[in-house]
């Protein structure tokens, strides 16, 4: 089946730092969406990406959809403490009524004050 | 508020029993998943829900059921033939536009203990 591959599976950063997350996949996707889980709680969608070649931006945060369709990445600037949790990249193969996603196995992100 | 509500944020049971797991919407959403989370690993689908009264499995179905007797309402039963079923649930949901893609939104979870 199709498979996302986020690595390395943890990152520590320091405050204030930018940091960088990739997602790959063996197949391509048409939609790429970017969550973050807070410890205990459920994903909260950050940012979606409908088009190849396609750059998102949701205040610090900048995704862009890769042109091979095959990849995804994320990015934070000027990081904070409350950045911290674990970061998921999705993707959706089909529109409407099949519109499963395939997640990634996450990042989990820490952010040194 | 519009959103997803999954209760009880945590739930304990003795191994052998049967739990059901509730999770609700008011976005006005067609299609509901469940998912399971182990620690370090991704989202694995159990089931999912287009419409009311249709339902179908996903990856891990196995010792899990569900129904749809309403839009609003998707409920998980973790049967007892569910071999581990230790872990966090988590409940989404998502509008079905045709032609578009359809981003979902997760409810907060169910940690559930099978002791």
């Known amino acids: 089946g199709q498979q996302l591959n986020q690595s390395p599976q943890s990152m520590f950063i320091q405050e204030g730092e930018d940091v960088s997350m990739n997602c790959t996949s063996s197949?391509?996707?048409?939609?790429w969406l970017w969550y973050k889980q807070d410890p205990g709680e459920g994903p909260v969608l950050l940012i979606a990406l409908y088009k190849a070649g396609e750059l998102t931006s949701n205040g610090r945060l900048t995704a862009q959809f890769g042109i091979t369709r095959k990849d995804s990445f994320l990015n934070i600037s000027a990081s904070i403490p409350s950045d911290v949790g674990i970061y998921f990249c999705?993707?959706?193969?089909?529109?409407?009524?099949?519109?499963?996603?395939?997640f990634g196995k996450g990042i989990t992100l820490s952010v040194r004050p | 508020d519009g959103g997803i509500t999954q209760s009880p944020k945590y739930l304990f049971r003795k191994e052998g029993q049967n739990v059901t797991l509730s999770c609700e919407q008011n976005l006005n959403h067609d299609a509901m998943y469940w998912y399971r989370q182990d620690p370090g690993q991704g989202l694995r689908l159990i089931y999912y829900?287009?419409?009311?009264?249709?339902?179908q499995k996903g990856d891990i179905a196995e010792g899990y059921s569900v129904s749809r007797e309403k839009k609003e309402s998707f409920p998980l039963t973790v049967t007892s033939a569910q071999k581990n079923p230790t872990a966090f649930y988590l409940c989404?949901?998502?509008?079905?536009?045709?032609?578009?893609?359809?981003?979902?939104?997760f409810g907060p979870g169910t940690r559930l203990t099978v002791l």
């Open positions: 999705a993707g959706q193969l089909s529109a409407g009524a099949n519109s499963k996603l395939t």
């Open positions: 989404a949901s998502s509008p079905l536009r045709a032609g578009g893609f359809n981003e979902q939104f």
């Open positions: 829900s287009q419409i009311v009264n249709d339902f």
């Open positions: 197949s391509i996707f048409n939609t």
